[in-house]
């Protein structure tokens, strides 16, 4: 089913349209989710959000850009939206343990499991992953489709709505980000 085909199917409520959708896009989704959350059980759960959102809001889809580019911005803007969920309640839990509203602030100890990560190089990806998720967001965003999802420098345009420059500039600096944070690592394991 080319594009057209599918979008149509989608905007009548066809079942076979809903699973081709999925059986097109569920891994890239995933990866995705993964670039943000490499919990594979969150990652795993938020795609199932992303898909739910599609499904919700394929009436809105204007057909400016690609059927692909589309599923990537709602996967990233989901993404997006989840992380930041996270931290105002990590904030609420913080001003209530200070305020005395609970007895002791909660932590949620967060656990590393990338299914595309041998056990050997699990303590080096997680490292990677925190100073990933330090970037700025829009560093981030890009980051992750370019370098984790493979998209090229315009599909990154179309997806983050931004400028080519702008792709290449977010590139650059997160790069540079990521040398300068992860330099005192590998300055250590030199020693």
């Not at 905007?11 to 081709?20: L, T």
């Not at 700025?136 to 493979?150: H, S, V």
Request: neutral net charge.
């Amino acid at each position: 089913m080319n594009d057209q085909n599918l979008l149509t199917a989608l905007q009548i409520g066809s079942e076979q349209g809903y699973k081709e959708l999925v059986d097109l896009y569920q891994e890239k989704v995933l990866n995705i989710c993964l670039g943000y959350f490499p919990v594979y059980q969150d990652a795993e759960d938020l795609t199932q959000e992303v898909f739910v959102k599609l499904f919700e809001t394929i009436d809105n889809f204007r057909g400016e850009a690609s059927l692909s580019t589309w599923v990537y911005r709602v996967a990233v803007n989901k993404c997006l939206e989840k992380l930041r969920y996270r931290k105002r309640g990590k904030r609420m839990a913080f001003f209530q343990s200070l305020i005395g509203l609970e007895e002791h602030a909660s932590h949620i100890a967060s656990s590393f499991d990338h299914p595309g990560v041998s056990l050997e190089n699990k303590e080096r990806t997680q490292l990677l992953y925190q100073h990933i998720a330090r970037l700025a967001e829009k560093q981030r965003t890009a980051f992750i489709l370019n370098r984790m999802e493979g998209l090229s420098y315009q599909e990154i345009a179309g997806v983050m709505e931004v400028s080519l420059s702008s792709v290449e500039s977010l590139l650059f600096r997160a790069k540079q980000n990521l040398k300068k944070s992860l330099r005192h690592y590998y300055e250590k394991q030199m020693i």
